[in-house]
Nanobody, 122 residues
Framework: QVQLVESGGGLVQAGDSLRLSCAASGHTFTTYTMGWFRQAPGRERTFVATITWSGGSTRYSDSVKGRFTISRDNANKTVFLQMNSLKTEDTAVYYC???????????????WGQGTQVTVSS
């Protein structure tokens, strides 16, 4: 049973930083892409960032490019999202996702975490 557990969310002020973590367990995939998505109140879940197994390729949404950095620690099956210069519009529940394979882009992800709340106040 694949499990993804996010942590690191919280309440911060605009301009602050947060670092989210997502620990994966219960799988034996040798290569897998991991991503971060978010869902603001009353809105659909949207893409934030993804990173390939090797860490050599990353992709970001335009809204976070230059402010957020995705990284991973394969030895510990963990993916991180460093969020700097946070804005009120970054307020959302942040989800991590895992998809077996090596592509940077997948239209769907098979495995999802439960999410962690990030609230940015003005």
């Amino acid at each position: 049973q694949v499990q993804l557990v996010e942590s690191g969310g919280g309440l911060v002020q605009a301009g602050d930083s947060l670092r989210l973590s997502c620990a994966a367990s219960g799988h034996t995939f040798t290569t897998y892409t991991m991503g971060w998505f978010r869902q603001a109140p009353g809105r659909e879940r949207t893409f934030v960032a993804t990173i390939t197994w090797s860490g050599g390729s990353t992709r970001y949404s335009d809204s976070v490019k230059g402010r957020f950095t995705i990284s991973r620690d394969n030895a510990n099956k963990t993916v991180f999202l460093q969020m700097n210069s946070l804005k009120t519009e970054d307020t959302a529940v942040y989800y991590c996702a895992l998809e077996p394979g090596t592509n940077i882009y997948y239209s769907t992800y098979d495995y999802w975490g439960q999410g962690t709340q990030v609230t940015v106040s003005s």
